[in-house]
C-alpha cells in the first residue's frame, strides 16, 4: 500500500524543500520506492537543489492538463523518482491545484512512498496537499514564531481532516536552542519524528545541486536524515 505524506510548515524557509530532497533520496536508498513532488507550484525549488531545472515538462503542464504526470517525472540522486514545477510565472498561473488528487491517482499503484512538498501559508494551493497525505509532516524551527505557525498548520490540516504524523525539528543549534524536544513535542501535541543539527554543509550541498545526504553522506546533517528515513521507511 502507499504511503503520501506531505511536508507542510506554517512559514516559508524552515526546511521543507530541504526535508523533501533529503528525506526522499535516503527512502530510495533504502529501496522504497519514492516519487518525490513540488506541490509549491508557486515559489518552486526541489527541482532547483536537484539540478532539474530548465525541463521542457513539468508539474505546471500537468496541473495545466497539458501532459501526463509520466512525462514529468524525472530521475534523481539514489534513484528517487522526482515530479519538479516550473519557474514560469505564466507555468504557475496555468496550474489548477485541483488536479493534484488525480495525478496522486496515476502514481499510487507505481510507489511505495509519495512525497509533497507543500508551500508554506494557507492558500488553496497550499491546503490541498495537506487533504491528500495519510500523514503530514510538519517541518518546525526550534524558535517560538515557527511553533505557533506550525501549530495553525497542524490546526488546519485536522480541519480539512487530514492526519499529523509528527515533526521533524529543523536547524537545531548546538547550544542555545529556546526548546529542547520534549518542550517541542509538548508544544506541538505530536510525536518529533527527528532533529536536524544546523548544518553549513545542507546550504553547501544545495549550492551544488545535491542533497546533503549524497554529497556530504557524514555530515552531522546528513546522520540525523538517515535515521528519519528509517524511521519513516520503519526500518528502526
Ligand atoms: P522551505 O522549503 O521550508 O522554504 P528550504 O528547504 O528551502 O525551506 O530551506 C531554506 C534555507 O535553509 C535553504 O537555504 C537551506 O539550504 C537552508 N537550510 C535548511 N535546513 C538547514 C540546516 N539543517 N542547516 C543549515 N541550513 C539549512
Ligand atoms: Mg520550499
Known amino acids: 500500500m502507499v504511503k503520501v505524506y506531505t511536508i507542510a510548515s506554517g512559514k516559508g524557509g524552515t526546511g521543507k524543500t530541504t526535508v523533501t530532497a533529503n528525506l526522499g533520496a535516503m527512502l530510495a536508498r533504502y529501496g522504497k520506492k519514492t516519487c518525490i513532488l513540488d506541490a509549491d507550484v508557486g515559489m518552486a525549488n526541489l ?20 501532459a501526463r504526470v ?7 540522486p539514489f534513484g528517487v523518482k522526482v515530479v519538479p514545477s516550473g519557474l514560469s510565472l505564466q507555468g504557475f498561473q496555468q496550474s489548477n491545484p485541483d488536479r493534484l488528487k488525480d495525478v496522486m491517482t496515476d502514481l499510487v499503484s507505481e510507489f511505495d512512498i509519495l512525497i509533497l512538498d507543500a508551500p508554506a501559508g494557507i492558500s488553496r494551493d497550499g491546503v490541498i496537499p495537506l ?3 495519510d500523514g503530514v509532516i510538519l517541518v518546525v524551527n526550534p524558535e517560538i514564531s515557527s511553533i505557533v505557525d506550525s501549530l495553525k498548520t497542524k490546526i488546519l490540516t485536522e480541519t480539512v481532516g487530514g492526519h499529523i504524523e509528527g515533526a521533524i525539528i529543523n536547524r537545531v543549534a548546538t ?7 520534549a518542550q517541542m513535542e509538548k508544544l ?9 543539527p544546523e548544518d553549513p554543509n545542507v546550504r553547501r550541498a544545495s549550492a551544488g545541486r545535491t542533497p546533503v545526504v549524497v554529497k556530504y553522506p557524514a555530515s552531522s546533517a546528513s546522520h540525523a536524515f538517515k535515521h528519519i528515513a528509517a524511521d519513516v521507511a520503519g526500518i528502526e
Open 47 to 66: 527541482g532547483l537543489i536537484l539540478g532539474l531545472d530548465e525541463l521542457p515538462v513539468t508539474l505546471h503542464e500537468v496541473l495545466a492538463g497539458k
Open 70 to 76: 509520466r512525462d514529468a517525472t524525472y530521475e534523481g
Open 131 to 133: 487533504t491528500l497525505a
Open 175 to 181: 547550544s542555545g536552542n529556546e526548546f529542547n524536544t
Open 188 to 196: 506541538l501535541g505530536t510525536r518529533v519524528i527527528g532533529v536536524i
